[in-house]
Each structure stands twice: as C-alpha cells, then as structure tokens.
C-alpha cells in the first residue's frame, strides 16, 4: 500500500457537494487533488481555493474550479499534509514553501484535516527542519535573531544555489533544531522576530489527523 495515496484519497471521501474546499500542498495532498478532480468529472460540484501557485495549476488541469480567499466567506474543509505530527497534533509544516499560505487558509477552514505517513507521526517535533519565512531585506540579520532561539538557520537554495523564493516573493529558512519541547511558546517567540513573516508550527489548529497505523488508514482525533 502506498501510504501517502491510501491517506490522501481517504481524506477526499469528506468533501461534500456545494463544499468550498482548502486544497494543501506537496506530495500526499496531489492524491487527494487528483481524487477530488475524478469526483469534479463525475459531478461532484465544489470550488476550491489552493495554497500554492503548483497546487492551482493542478487543480485547474483536473477542472477543479477555483476561487481566492478574498471570494468567500470562509472554508468549509481544508486538507493538507504535513512534515511532522506530535503527540498533541501540532504539526511541522512547509517543507514545499507554501507554509504561509497553508496556514491562512487552515485559519480559515471550519474544518481541518491533516494527511500524513506513518514516518511523519512523532513523539516530539524537531528532526525535520522548520522552515520559517522571512522577507528579504535583511534576511541575514533576521537569521540571527532566529538563532538566538536556539536553532541553526540555513537558507534554503534550489539546485543551481540561487535562494528558493516563495509564491509571496519572500526567502525559506530551515531551521535546525535537535528538538522542539513547546512549540506553542517557540511559534510565539518567532513570529515576534522583525523579518518574520510566518513560521511552519501549526499549533492547536489540528483535529484530525488521518495516517496508516498497522496498514491500515487511521485517524487520530484529539
């Protein structure tokens, strides 16, 4: 069974009909994407507000209709997967870069659903790296402020080492931590950092969460 299409198809059976829907990104919410798009051709009848420019652009091939937070009122489900998942739900978010716009439309959402593997669930966050967004002037000197939270902060950079840029213009710092004990006080102290646009904690925003336990689809419930 391949985990991330077993979970993102899943999550795709609680979209209704009439329903406006957040769609995630990365590679567990292209399955439940693509799933919704057969649902679309078959009748089902949604419009959908993406995360990213590369979810929008998927969703559009699938005839997904779209429309912008600025349309609606709020969202009635949003589905997205995450990086890590703690035992408290709180979730490690942006590895694809969409993290600020994931997490506005999470806010969002009546409902939020996280899709993740059974190698994303943890007991505690911190072994993948958090990305945090930054805006470029002065990026360095907010990388240090950063640092003085305890972490090491790299710039992300694409192949040909140019700064990875983000669908709102701004630059990725992955930040290095060997462990995060209370993300809800560690999500405060960054977004108090001048530079900072939004970090990847996503704390207390999280429900439901459906992975693979045993081989089979779960959900955890909080």
Known sequence: M????????????????GMIVG????????????KLGERVKNGLNIKAVPTSQKTEE???????????????????????GADEVDSELSLIKGGGGALLREKMIAYAAKRFIVIADSKKIVKTLGAFPLPVEVIRFGWEMTAKHIRSAGCVPQLRLL?????????????????????????AVLEKQLTMIPGVVESGLFVGMTEEVITVQNQEVHTIKK
């Open 2 to 17: 391949i985990e991330k299409q077993a979970v993102g198809e899943k999550a795709a059976q609680f979209v209704e009909d």
């Open 23 to 34: 769609l995630g990104t990365g590679s567990t919410a292209y399955y439940t994407i693509v």
């Open 58 to 80: 998927l969703a559009r091939k699938l005839g997904i209709p779209i429309v912008t937070l600025a349309d609606v009122e709020y969202i009635d489900i949003a589905i997205d």
């Open 159 to 183: 192949d040909d080492h140019t700064p990875f840029i983000t669908d709102n213009g701004n630059y990725i710092l992955d930040c290095h931590f060997s462990e995060i004990e209370n993300p």
